[in-house]
């Protein structure tokens, strides 16, 4: 057997070894008090990974996961980088048509659901003829599983850093969700960038309150399990009870939070977070999204003491996070603006493209970043791929450059502050929506003329998704027009507020104007 220490060049070969070195420590613990070792997830990890093969699934096919942080959904994920094959995992709470466009999208040559059944169970079953469905709770499939090898596939020295590892799907502006790869590479250093950052090592433990088809779940799943540290799935009914969510940390004993800032508010809200709650959490990481300064300010004042707490930033087509910063009592010297996003990681770079109308400012612009955190781009999707990955313009050689439609502002001291966006791209509880995938998803409803949606900022920097619709039929309700959207978004992206209009304000150009629309609320 090669010893696989010697050459760490694919994320296949990175767990086996660490699984290798902490072998009979905890790779995953269960609130509910199921555990199991790094040795044993790696044997079920490769047990997956010839069950694939078994499957036919082979280097570069796409493996869909409906995965409810089961234990063997995350052995099921290292089964696909052992083998090279692309992982995504999706939302059992969205509805049936958002999730067809996607299937669409990837195409997967199998699809795996988890322990829960999503409510469109009947119209996957429906589809079965057209994808390779696999129940993994199923008698046959766990006893197939039984007779599967625990040998590391020969498969894996095939894989590449430059192999696709995995396709986040975000919200996409033409109403299609769009999916971003990532490569082996690009995680391996976001592997090494997590513990040099938060000096993580085996003794660590850290949560997994971010659903698995979220971005920030990458943090969650490779900084731990790849840095030898243990991983705590807070289920989603869990993280739903803000008092069991507390109680799961304290009793796990975790050492690292990392979470959208909104579940943090909401716990502080609530109430249900005391000065001798986490106390064994080192580090309080959060983003995704602005946390309310105030908010923060309780939260510092709560924890500052004894816990680091960091604010990161990233996109998704960049692996998650790029940058982030360690917050101070000066941090509260000014309470209107967001905290800093802070310097970009080793081997990130990026350009500031001006803005239009705008070459004056050389510190204002569009932050593009650059280097091997940088994804491949979106997948089947040559067109949006070539206008977010561009060529750096201030390069002679091939550079390939991520516009991230973020608009910064980069300080005296080299710290990078958010300051809007160039598009109608908002996060919102974490997620990042485009306003033209839920004007898309009105506008698809057969009674509806025209729509418009707009995010309206309220207390505490936090906001609400509202839309203005003009109908076809004057007995459509608002009610109506909710149930019917909830067919076609997920939870997360429906307007708190849906208000009927005569007719939709426009600017000089002809378009739906928002500015006019968010003036009406």
């Given at each position: 057997?090669?010893?696989?220490?010697?050459?760490?060049?694919n994320?296949?070969?990175?767990?086996?070894?660490?699984?290798?070195?902490?072998?009979?420590?905890?790779?995953?613990?269960?609130?509910?008090?199921?555990?199991?070792?790094?040795?044993?997830?790696d044997?079920?990890?490769?047990?997956?990974?010839d069950?694939?093969?078994?499957?036919?699934?082979?280097?570069?096919?796409?493996?869909?996961?409906?995965?409810?942080k089961?234990?063997?959904?995350?052995?099921?994920?290292?089964?696909?980088?052992?083998?090279?094959?692309?992982?995504?995992?999706?939302?059992?709470?969205?509805?049936?048509?958002?999730?067809?466009?996607?299937?669409?999208?990837?195409?997967?040559?199998?699809?795996?659901?988890?322990?829960?059944?999503?409510?469109?169970?009947?119209?996957?079953?429906?589809?079965?003829?057209?994808?390779?469905?696999?129940?993994?709770?199923?008698?046959?499939?766990?006893?197939?599983?039984?007779?599967?090898?625990?040998?590391?596939?020969?498969e894996?020295?095939?894989?590449?850093?430059?192999?696709?590892?995995?396709?986040?799907?975000?919200?996409?502006?033409?109403?299609?969700?769009?999916?971003?790869?990532?490569?082996?590479?690009?995680?391996?250093?976001?592997?090494?960038?997590?513990?040099?950052?938060?000096?993580?090592?085996?003794?660590?433990?850290?949560?997994?309150?971010?659903?698995?088809?979220f971005?920030?779940?990458?943090?969650?799943?490779?900084?731990?399990?790849?840095?030898?540290?243990?991983?705590?799935?807070?289920?989603?009914?869990?993280?739903?009870?803000?008092?069991?969510?507390?109680?799961?940390?304290?009793?796990?004993?975790?050492?690292?939070?990392?979470?959208?800032?909104?579940?943090?508010?909401y716990?502080?809200?609530?109430?249900?977070?005391?000065?001798t709650d986490?106390?064994?959490?080192?580090?309080?990481?959060f983003?995704?999204?602005?946390?309310?300064?105030?908010?923060?300010?309780?939260?510092?004042?709560?924890f500052?003491?004894?816990?680091?707490?960091?604010?990161?930033?990233?996109?998704?087509?960049?692996?998650?996070?790029?940058?982030?910063?360690?917050?101070?009592?000066?941090?509260?010297?000014?309470?209107?603006?967001?905290?800093?996003?802070?310097?970009?990681?080793?081997?990130?770079?990026?350009?500031?493209?001006?803005?239009?109308?705008?070459?004056?400012?050389?510190?204002?612009?569009e932050?593009?970043?650059?280097?091997?955190?940088?994804?491949?781009?979106?997948?089947?999707?040559?067109?949006?791929?070539?206008?977010?990955?561009?060529?750096?313009?201030?390069?002679?050689?091939?550079?390939?450059?991520?516009?991230?439609?973020?608009?910064?502002?980069e300080?005296?001291?080299?710290?990078?502050?958010?300051?809007?966006?160039?598009?109608?791209?908002?996060?919102?509880?974490?997620?990042?929506?485009?306003?033209?995938?839920?004007?898309?998803?009105?506008?698809?409803?057969?009674?509806?003329?025209?729509?418009?949606?707009?995010?309206?900022?309220?207390?505490?920097?936090?906001?609400?998704?509202?839309?203005?619709?003009?109908?076809?039929?004057?007995?459509?309700?608002?009610?109506?027009?909710?149930?019917?959207?909830?067919?076609?978004?997920?939870?997360?992206?429906?307007?708190?507020?849906?208000?009927?209009?005569?007719?939709?304000?426009?600017?000089?150009?002809?378009?739906?104007?928002?500015?006019?629309?968010?003036?009406?609320?």
């Amino acid at each position: 057997m090669i010893n696989v220490d010697n050459y760490i060049y694919n994320l296949g070969l990175k767990f086996s070894a660490c699984a290798d070195r902490h072998s009979n420590n905890i790779a995953i613990n269960y609130p509910q008090g199921k555990s199991v070792s790094f040795s044993a997830l790696d044997e079920m990890s490769n047990r997956w990974a010839d069950f694939l093969k078994k499957q036919n699934i082979k280097y570069g096919d796409v493996v869909t996961i409906f995965n409810t942080k089961s234990l063997h959904g995350y052995a099921l994920m290292l089964g696909c980088l052992k083998i090279g094959a692309i992982y995504t995992n999706l939302d059992t709470s969205s509805p049936w048509l958002r999730i067809h466009k996607i299937l669409e999208t990837c195409n997967p040559s199998i699809i795996f659901l988890d322990e829960m059944m999503p409510s469109f169970h009947q119209e996957l079953l429906e589809s079965a003829s057209h994808y390779n469905l696999v129940e993994i709770f199923d008698d046959n499939t766990q006893a197939e599983l039984t007779v599967c090898s625990t040998d590391l596939p020969l498969e894996v020295y095939q894989v590449t850093g430059a192999s696709p590892a995995y396709i986040m799907f975000t919200s996409g502006s033409t109403g299609f969700p769009k999916g971003a790869v990532m490569s082996h590479q690009n995680v391996l250093n976001f592997i090494q960038w997590a513990q040099s950052t938060f000096s993580l090592d085996s003794s660590d433990i850290l949560t997994n309150a971010n659903p698995i088809y979220f971005d920030n779940s990458v943090f969650d799943f490779y900084a731990s399990l790849f840095n030898g540290a243990c991983l705590v799935p807070l289920s989603h009914e869990l993280v739903r009870n803000p008092s069991d969510i507390v109680q799961a940390i304290n009793d796990a004993g975790c050492t690292t939070w990392f979470s959208v800032p909104s579940l943090l508010v909401y716990l502080l809200t609530t109430r249900v977070l005391n000065k001798t709650d986490f106390h064994s959490v080192k580090r309080i990481i959060f983003g995704g999204e602005g946390f309310p300064k105030n908010k923060l300010k309780d939260l510092f004042e709560l924890f500052g003491d004894r816990i680091s707490l960091y604010n990161v930033y990233g996109p998704t087509e960049c692996t998650c996070i790029c940058s982030s910063y360690q917050i101070t009592d000066i941090d509260f010297k000014q309470m209107d603006v967001l905290a800093p996003l802070g310097k970009l990681a080793p081997n990130f770079g990026y350009v500031l493209l001006p803005l239009e109308g705008d070459n004056e400012d050389s510190k204002l612009g569009e932050l593009c970043l650059t280097g091997p955190c940088v994804g491949l781009g979106y997948f089947n999707d040559s067109e949006r791929t070539a206008a977010s990955f561009i060529q750096n313009p201030a390069s002679l050689y091939r550079d390939i450059i991520y516009r991230s439609g973020d608009i910064v502002r980069e300080d005296n001291l080299g710290y990078l502050h958010f300051k809007g966006r160039v598009d109608n791209q908002i996060k919102h509880m974490g997620y990042r929506i485009e306003l033209e995938e839920i004007e898309a998803a009105l506008n698809a409803l057969v009674y509806v003329n025209e729509a418009g949606v707009v995010y309206h900022k309220i207390s505490g920097g936090l906001g609400q998704i509202c839309a203005f619709v003009h109908t076809q039929n004057a007995d459509v309700t608002s009610e109506q027009i909710l149930v019917d959207l909830k067919l076609a978004l997920p939870p997360y992206m429906l307007p708190k507020k849906i208000r009927l209009l005569e007719k939709l304000p426009k600017n000089a150009n002809g378009k739906t104007d928002r500015i006019q629309l968010a003036a009406l609320l």
